[in-house]
Nanobody, 125 residues
Framework: QVQLVESGGGLVQFGGSLRLSCAAS????????MGWFRQAPGKEREFVAA????????LYADSVKGRFTISRDNAKNTVYLQMSSLKPEDTAVYYC??????????????????WGQGTQVTVSS
């Protein structure tokens, strides 16, 4: 089983920046897709960004495009989400997710088999 542990969440002011990390267990993640999702209270979990572990190809939700950057460090088995120009509407629990098949629909949270516990991001006005 793949295990994912998020860190880096916290309270940040409007317009600020924050970097989330997702430490992943496993021998190799070749062929995997790694994603970030977020969920605000009372709302459905929504797609934020995803990256192919092998190729580095990325995909972003329109709401974060140009503000967030997803990346991975293959040597550290870690996925990052660099967030800038943060807005109150970015407030949510952020989850790291992974699936061994990069051919899945990257947008759909139900496609991913592995999940972290989540880390809270709060953006003040």
């Amino acid at each position: 089983q793949v295990q994912l542990v998020e860190s880096g969440g916290g309270l940040v002011q409007f317009g600020g920046s924050l970097r989330l990390s997702c430490a992943a267990s496993g021998r190799t993640f070749v062929g995997y897709v790694m994603g970030w999702f977020r969920q605000a209270p009372g709302k459905e979990r929504e797609f934020v960004a995803a990256i192919s572990w092998s190729s580095g190809t990325t995909l972003y939700a329109d709401s974060v495009k140009g503000r967030f950057t997803i990346s991975r460090d293959n040597a550290k088995n870690t996925v990052y989400l660099q967030m800038s120009s943060l807005k109150p509407e970015d407030t949510a629990v952020y989850y790291c997710a992974a699936d061994r098949n990069y051919g899945i629909s990257w947008y759909h949270h139900r496609e991913y088999d592995y999940w972290g516990q989540g880390t809270q991001v709060t953006v003040s006005s």
